[in-house]
């Protein structure tokens, strides 16, 4: 039987660990391009097309993270489309980031006084006009601390592709788990990894949060 020891224990993680933060940073910044032009559409093409978002964000946030990878993974190959579990991660990833940062910004955008949107309507903006050079600035602050925040739900969510078979933080410590017989250490290693990742994310975004509230950090 082959001995693992603590480095070729926290070796392997490592390895792993790249897989995670390349897996959470194309959730996050595809799920913003992707909830930035739902945004648009939201707000700026009627009432209908506002409705179509709002069912694709209750969709996405109304059903578990889990299913929606299963979904994306075995789904697509009932259609004939076979997919990778990184191509099959990324899509859901993204789809599922996107629906919640749609809802954040939009928030945002809400909490924009409608003084702002008046004083830009007397100055015969368009509705485009309003939004880039008066609202979205403001809109940009407020929204900030919240983006970030949500990036810890976006890493911590990755662990859950493992279940179709990426090979990420998650699955890796699995593996190492059921090879080395040391699952209490293997997967202690995996929770201080994850703990290393997320907790100076939510530092940042607490401290963006007191700044915007002109509070000392």
């Known amino acids: 039987m082959v001995e693992f020891t603590l480095w070729d224990i926290l070796r392997n993680l490592l390895l792993a660990l790249r897989w995670t933060v390349v ?24 009432r ?22 299963f979904l ?18 990324s ?14 910004w939009r928030g945002c955008v809400e909490a924009v006084p409608k003084g702002q949107w ?3 309507r007397s100055l015969a903006m ?6 880039r ?16 925040g949500f990036l810890v739900q976006v890493i911590k969510g990755t662990a859950l592709a493992s279940v179709i078979g990426f090979v990420e933080l998650t699955k890796t ?23 290393v990742l997320c907790f100076p994310v939510s530092l940042l975004a607490r401290h963006l949060e007191r700044n915007r509230h002109g509070r000392p950090a």
């Open 118 to 120: 008046e004083a830009a």
């Open 133 to 148: 050079h008066v609202i979205l600035p403001q809109a940009l602050r407020l929204a900030i601390a919240p983006t970030v």
């Open 48 to 69: 209908f097309t506002g409705r179509l978002v709002g069912l694709y964000v209750q969709v996405f946030q109304g059903t578990p993270l889990l299913m929606q990878l």
């Open 91 to 104: 899509c859901a990833l993204t789809l599922y980031t996107s629906a919640y940062l749609v809802e954040i």
């Open 72 to 89: 994306a993974y075995f789904g697509l190959s009932l259609l004939g489309v076979e997919v990778s579990a990184w191509t099959a991660a």
């Open 23 to 46: 897996l959470s940073m194309i959730a996050f910044v595809g799920g913003g391009l992707v909830g930035a032009l739902l945004l648009c559409l939201r707000l700026g093409l009627g």
């Open 126 to 131: 368009n509705f485009g006009e309003q939004m």
């Open 173 to 195: 410590g699995s593996m190492m788990a059921n090879a080395s017989f040391k699952p209490f250490l293997v997967f202690g290693c995996v929770a201080l990894m994850y703990f």
